[in-house]
């Protein structure tokens, strides 16, 4: 039954390269040309035996594995399965299950960094997106994210905005958009870190415009945190631009509510 797990790995193989340092990235590239395969069936391939030995090696992983599987057997498709996100309320608090359809953590220290649903914090009576650091010295950088495919939209202009919260917020904020090709190469990227959000600033809208190149695959996109503080995010749309109007991209799979 673990055997399935490939495919799921297959399916996220993309997400690989948002977490590895530039150091690990060349290692990685250096094993794949050895090994004859892309960075991308290489890193899969690796990824997928380290998922099949935790979900052995763990009662509790294993026992959530079979209930998955059982879903999308269900739903005869993988696509409509939900991973539950188990996040902690606070530090020192009892941990509840928070669902956060379509996002994912991220980021070069994603323990260092809470994602979830809030609830309390609206904007236009509608629940926000959330990350904020677990610690006053928190390293590196979380995202809440995600990822789609975007070749349906080569050689066209798109939008990405959204409404942006923030509370004590150390290093910084921003908005972020990436695109990449078949190989994980980056062909435009922005993630205004030439214009930060920081400290406390109230709910503002932000969007960042872009070409999508005839090499484009993947497009990622989200909200990063660097270092201690909080970050709410709310109303995020994907547009397509022509003729001075914008249009709602509704046939992307990405979930843009919470």
Request: aromatic share 8%.
């Amino acid at each position: 039954m673990l055997n399935s797990c490939y495919n799921v790995t297959m399916a996220i193989q993309n997400r690989i390269s948002v977490t590895l340092s530039p150091r690990i990235k060349k290692g990685l590239e250096l094993a794949a040309g050895l090994d004859g395969s892309t960075t991308a069936t290489y890193a899969s391939q690796l990824l997928s035996s380290a998922i099949k030995a935790e979900l052995k090696d763990s009662p509790v992983l294993y026992d959530k594995w079979l209930q998955l599987e059982k879903e999308a057997m269900e739903h005869e498709s993988w696509d409509d399965v939900v991973s539950p996100m188990i996040i902690p309320v606070d530090e020192g608090q009892p941990v509840k299950q928070v669902l956060v359809k379509g996002w994912f953590l991220s980021g070069d220290n994603p323990d260092g960094y809470l994602v979830g649903t809030d609830k309390n914090v609206l904007h236009d009576k509608s629940a926000s997106g959330f990350i904020r650091s677990k610690r006053d010295e928190a390293k590196g950088f979380g995202t809440l994210m995600q990822q789609t495919d975007i070749t349906k939209y080569i050689d066209n202009k798109l939008s990405l905005s959204a409404y942006i919260k923030t509370k004590e917020v150390k290093g910084w904020v921003g908005l972020w958009a990436r695109i990449d090709d078949k190989n994980l190469e980056v062909l435009w990227f922005d993630n205004m870190q030439s214009k930060p959000i920081k400290g406390t600033s109230d709910w503002k809208k932000y969007e960042t415009k872009f070409d999508i190149p005839k090499e484009s695959v993947t497009l990622s996109f989200g909200i990063l945190l660097v270092g201690p503080g909080n970050a709410w995010i709310n109303k995020v749309e994907l547009n397509e631009l022509s003729d001075n109007k914008k249009k709602s991209l509704k046939d992307l799979k990405v979930e843009l509510g919470f």
